[in-house]
């Protein structure tokens, strides 16, 4: 099993970030994945302070989410915040509601727009793509479902499946994972709690306690482009338990 990343968004409601460092560090893991709102306002002398903190709690952070507004509109800061940081690859991770295409030209056109934007990203030697949630897989008019035009409309987008989010958006993550392997350069490890469980916790689960075959899936994925693994928990009422029985479950595989 390669080195399991920590999705800082997972602690988001557990602050200071410096505790944060030092309890992921100190679980076993080598690697976390930031997200916009966590540095993306920042100045230089903040980002140069997070960066220490990573490095003293032995921390890198290969992959890193930026919204899409930031990755268009000031894309200069977004290359200088993953040379500071050490960041190799962006994904782009979600898009508002009222911003999302209602038919699949729609959906083609803003994988299109994707690629556009990572533009200045791939030709700085980063890998650049999208994180899914559940609304990629529901079935437009056509039949057609929005991931698929995602990737018809930006042919060089690299793929962050966030698994759990496949499941519930109603798909087979092993079709998804055959489907595009050579897309997926990241992956979401997290779990669905069983029907009726972990409602205090949005239906989530530590990786290893709910439902998803992650052993199997991890077998699947071993035959993709995946680089990277990132444990994630979108609501855990304690950050250090999911961080610890995630990683130690992710580790047996």
């Not at 409601?13 to 930031?34: D, R, W």
């Not at 507004?69 to 991770?93: K, N, T």
């Not at 899914?132 to 987008?157: M, T, W, Y």
């Amino acid at each position: 099993m390669k080195d399991v990343s920590f999705q800082l968004y997972s602690a988001r409601n557990f602050p200071p970030f410096a505790e944060v460092l030092s309890a992921v560090g100190s679980a076993g893991y080598t690697q976390v994945e930031g997200y916009g709102a966590l540095y993306a306002a920042l100045s230089d002398a903040e980002i140069a302070d997070f960066k220490a903190g990573l490095d003293r709690n032995g921390l890198s952070m290969p992959t890193a989410h930026f919204g899409l507004d930031m990755l268009e509109s000031d894309a200069p800061r977004v290359l200088e915040i993953a040379e500071a940081l050490g960041i190799r690859a962006i994904y782009c991770p979600y898009l508002m509601p009222d911003q999302r295409p209602g038919d699949a030209g729609g959906w083609r056109a803003f994988g299109a727009r994707l690629q556009t934007a990572g533009k200045p990203f791939r030709d700085a030697g980063l890998d650049f793509g999208w994180h899914n949630h559940d609304f990629e897989f529901h079935a437009l008019a056509d039949g057609s479902v929005p991931l698929d035009q995602i990737f018809a409309g930006g042919p060089d987008l690299s793929w962050e499946a966030d698994i759990a989010w496949i499941v519930r958006g109603g798909a087979d993550p092993f079709a998804w994972i055959s489907k595009y392997p050579t897309r997926i350069t990241a992956v979401h490890v997290k779990d669905i709690a069983p029907k009726g469980e972990k409602a205090d916790e949005d239906g989530w689960a530590d990786v290893g306690e709910g439902t998803l075959d992650w052993k199997a899936l991890i077998q699947a994925l071993s035959r993709t482009s995946v680089k990277y693994f990132v444990a994630e928990h979108d609501n855990p009422s304690d950050f250090r338990r999911f961080a610890k029985r995630s990683l130690a479950s992710i580790q047996s595989y």
